[in-house]
């Protein structure tokens, strides 16, 4: 299929429907509408499911109720949308439903602003909602990635039975760019579901459910959900290299629009002379730590420098990744004002 | 020797045969046995999905025989909603206390209600939190002692108790809501048909059903169950009149 150019939030909006998304469910925020308007048109006319929710609280739990009839449904929305959602991740999460989620960041906390930010990032890693439980977690750095790792999470949150949850910041939704969609939208096998909700009809009633009053079997299934995390953390690691080589002096930790602002300025140092190179994560749960570590440990690093437009919230990982194994060092903006190389 | 023996009372296929965990005098497992009877007559259980609620009520499931969902505490309406809108074929109803849908779940019931969403409310008033212990409830009466309103629920500090019924009989869109009782055999009957005919308009793609049900809670009111029957009659059914406040048969219903 020949390249098009779209904002951000329609390509993502195309993507799901190219990755067989029947239900999308919305309630309007600022920088991300535009899913929700595209959607609007574009659901009806294939005979698949669009609606507006009354509130986030009650979108998220939509998505909860479509969810449980196995079809592949998802919900766009921003930072403080997205708090309102956690109810319904939470339950999501403890009830093992695939569902995808988008976060558009803005600037926070509170109402904060409506420009770019990367400030949800431990909202989105760390639980965000109650409970033991963890979300797979993408971050696209262009218009591009975010059409592939959008059609990638619907896979994955039925690979794992799991929300998965992509996190752009404004920047990825607002901005125009040429992208391609592939002519047939191709994935893995995935296993037949067998908790789906379709009448009991020749089977015993099935139940969705996030309650276990029982403390053995709450138990249980909490360390059934850990067993998931950990399987995600030995399959689902993704991340890219820039000009890592074994002159570089410093290694940049940097995802989404960040990564690709550092990518520039790593050009322009290239022509001072400077050596910089950059690992950009693109799956910020599960986190690449080993991956961190082994170019971290590299003899010619001097400093492991995180880039973030957040107060060093993932340079947390990044910290935990490098066991003081370098020099750490944290440039960022936050509150909607995005660096310039 | 022919068998000349007629069953005329059994327990409907969609009710499993358990131990209840409710109180004594409950009404709960009444109203439990009104939807089964309901949904085994129309002939729809095999594609029927329940929501439960949080309260009294959350184990529902361990009760009515279908396929369910367990929504978060005032949920209920929009995973009712979520599922409807994936698989209009299938029938939806969710059961709510009034902690649960007059409270925290204002807001889903609204809004269901006035999108008209294809499903069946089940909705038990018994004018208290059962589940936590007896918590006073926006259903909770002008006076009465809850352990949250040790001397009365006082009015000037907490506003009066919310007729969710005519409440959302006020909306523009078609709907069908009546309130009904469940404290004696001839309001049970009664009660019955009402459930009834709310499953069969969902069934007939008709509209938004809502069926409030006046029910007993004899542990938290503190008191017998027959006690708690004479309570409802006297203090609930005054304050929260029975009947019909909105039908998809007749525009108007006053």
């Known amino acids: 299929m020949a390249k098009i150019l779209m904002k951000g939030n329609e390509a993502i909006a195309e993507a799901a429907v190219k990755a067989g998304a029947q239900g999308y469910f919305c309630y309007p925020i600022t920088p991300q509408s535009e899913v929700a308007e595209y959607m609007s048109r574009r659901m009806p006319e294939l005979g698949r499911v669009f609606l507006q929710g009354e509130s986030e609280v009650a979108v998220g739990n939509m998505l909860f109720g479509a969810a449980s ?5 998802f919900t766009t929305s921003s930072s403080p949308g997205i708090s309102l959602m956690q109810e319904a991740i939470s339950y999501m999460a403890g009830a093992q439903l695939p569902a995808v989620i988008v976060n558009i960041m803005r600037g926070g906390p509170g109402l904060g602003g409506i420009l770019p930010a990367q400030s949800d990032y431990f909202q989105a890693v760390k639980g ?9 977690v993408l971050a696209p750095s262009t218009v591009q990635e975010a059409v592939d790792l959008m059609m990638l999470s619907f896979h994955l949150a039925d690979k794992y039975r799991n929300p998965v949850m992509m996190i752009g910041d404004g920047m990825i939704g607002q901005m125009m760019e040429a992208v391609e969609f592939p002519d047939e939208y191709k994935e893995d096998p995935l296993p037949p579901k067998d908790w789906d909700l379709t009448g009991a009809k020749g089977r015993s009633p ?10 053995v079997k709450l138990e249980d299934n909490s360390w059934l959900l850990h067993e998931k995390y950990e399987r995600m953390k030995r399959e689902e690691v993704r991340y890219e290299l820039y000009k890592v080589s074994a002159k570089n002096k410093i290694l940049i930790i940097a995802y989404g629009t960040m990564a690709r602002i550092c990518q520039t300025a790593i050009d322009e140092l290239e022509q001072e002379g400077i050596s910089v190179g950059l690992f950009r994560p693109i799956s910020l749960f599960p986190f690449p730590e080993k991956e961190i570590k ?4 590299k003899k010619n690093i001097q400093t492991v420098l995180t880039v973030e437009m957040s107060t060093a919230q993932m340079m947390e990982d990044v910290e935990r990744a490098v066991l003081g194994a370098k020099p750490m060092a944290f440039f960022g903006h936050t509150g909607g004002i995005v660096p310039t190389p | 020797m022919a068998n000349h023996s007629n069953t005329i009372f059994s327990r409907p296929e969609a009710l499993y045969d358990t ?3 409710y109180c004594p005098g409950c009404t709960h497992g009444v109203i439990h046995r009104l939807v089964a009877e309901s949904l085994d007559e129309l002939g729809v259980r095999e594609r029927t999905v329940g929501v439960a609620p949080v309260g009294c009520s959350v184990l529902a499931y361990n009760y009515i025989n279908c396929d369910f969902m367990e929504a978060a505490h ?4 929009a995973l009712a909603t979520g599922f409807k809108r994936m698989r209009p074929d299938m029938i939806v109803f969710t059961y709510q206390g009034d902690g649960d849908l007059a409270s925290i779940g204002m807001g889903e019931i609204v809004h269901a209600a006035n999108r008209g969403e294809k499903i069946t409310v089940i909705f038990v008033n018994n004018a208290i939190y059962g589940m936590t212990g007896g918590q006073m409830a926006p259903t909770t009466l002008a006076n009465q002692i809850t352990t949250t309103s040790p001397n009365g629920r006082n009015v000037t500090d907490t506003g009066y108790p919310i007729r969710i019924a005519e409440l959302l009989a006020t909306l523009q869109t078609p709907g069908y809501i009546e309130r009904v009782a469940v404290h004696t055999p001839q309001h049970i009957i009664h009660a019955k048909k009402v459930i009834r005919r709310a499953f069969k308009y969902q069934v ?3 509209c938004f059903s809502l069926i409030e049900v006046l029910s007993t809670c004899p542990t938290n009111w503190g008191y017998t169950p027959g006690e708690a029957i004479k309570w409802l009659e006297d203090n609930m059914r005054p304050y929260f009149p029975l009947g019909c406040f909105k039908t998809p048969d007749v525009k108007e219903v006053r």
Request: cysteine-free.
């Open chain 1, 69 to 73: 009839t196995g079809l592949r449904v």
């Open chain 1, 128 to 136: 965000g909602g109650h409970g033991d439980y963890r979300l797979l």
């Open chain 1, 206 to 215: 099935r139940v969705v459910k996030s309650l276990f009053l029982d403390p």
């Open chain 1, 294 to 297: 082994k170019e971290a440990s």
């Open chain 2, 19 to 21: 131990v209840t965990h």
């Open chain 2, 74 to 77: 005032g949920r209920a309406p």
């Open chain 2, 204 to 206: 007939e793609n008709r």
